[in-house]
């Protein structure tokens, strides 16, 4: 079982709706980063939180230590949010730390 | 705005050959990290550098070797390419502030084809 679970896999949206994205993870953390990857590979971070919820501009990062999980939020989707999703765990190895990533939500936002 | 740059976006290259891919940061970054990542799997991480002449193994560090001489520049070396190998590269760089890595930085990639 990997250590990072994301659900879904795939996630197809009509322009304006609501959309979530799940990760669960196994492992005791330092910290949960949710990532966005666009076409063409350049990877870009949306967020780092270790408690509670961030918000910047219509996404909504949550997490849950206790349940060991964290959900990110998208409102008012758009074909530009098309993208994959990942997330990613902040482990403490060694001497430094290091990131666990789930295998990524591939988001498809129609207009 | 941090910059994370790759030496090559896509690379093609033959079983046997060695292969480098240098990755350099201009923000005078502590943490330097070397991926790969595969369609189903994510994000690998092959090998972390937290200072010069510094590494340690990742999760997949069979097959690879990393060198980091300057603060800058860390290097990714596959020293015999095989097949298997073939992959998108993705390099990261992040600041160690108070004890605390900060968020990671990642350079656009590099896509190579092991034929």
């Known amino acids: 079982k990997n250590e990072v679970e994301q659900s879904p896999q795939n996630l197809t949206a009509q322009e304006g709706e609501f959309i979530t994205i799940n990760c669960s993870y196994s492992?005791?953390?330092?910290?949960l980063h949710w990532l966005q990857q666009h076409p063409g590979g350049g990877i870009v971070s949306l967020f780092m939180?270790?408690?509670g919820k961030k918000k910047h501009g219509r996404l909504i990062a949550t997490i849950n230590i206790q349940e060991k999980h964290s959900s990110l939020h998208i409102t008012a989707s758009h074909p530009r949010d098309s993208a994959v999703y990942i997330c990613?765990?902040?482990?403490?190895?060694?001497?430094?730390?290091?990131?666990?990533f789930g295998a990524g939500t591939i988001l498809r936002v129609k207009s | 705005d941090v910059k994370v740059t790759q030496s090559s976006r896509y690379l093609v290259k033959r079983t046997g050959e060695k292969v480098f891919l240098e990755c350099v940061q201009d923000?005078?970054?502590?943490?330097m990290f070397w991926y790969r990542q595969d369609p189903g799997l994510g994000l690998r991480l092959i090998y972390f550098?937290?200072?010069?002449?510094?590494?340690e193994k990742g999760d997949i560090p069979e097959g690879y070797s990393v060198s980091r001489e300057k603060k800058e520049r860390f290097s990714l070396i596959l020293e015999s390419a095989s097949t298997n190998q073939t992959s998108m590269y993705l390099c990261?760089?992040?600041?160690?502030?108070?004890?605390?890595?900060?968020?990671?930085?990642f350079g656009p990639g590099t896509r190579l084809l092991v034929l």
């Open positions: 990613a765990v902040r482990r403490k190895v060694g001497y430094g730390n290091k990131l666990v």
């Open positions: 923000m005078d970054h502590e943490n």
């Open positions: 550098s937290y200072d010069v002449k510094m590494k």
């Open positions: 492992v005791g953390i330092s910290a």
């Open positions: 939180l270790s408690s």
């Open positions: 990261a760089s992040s600041l160690m502030a108070g004890g605390v890595q900060e968020t990671q930085y």
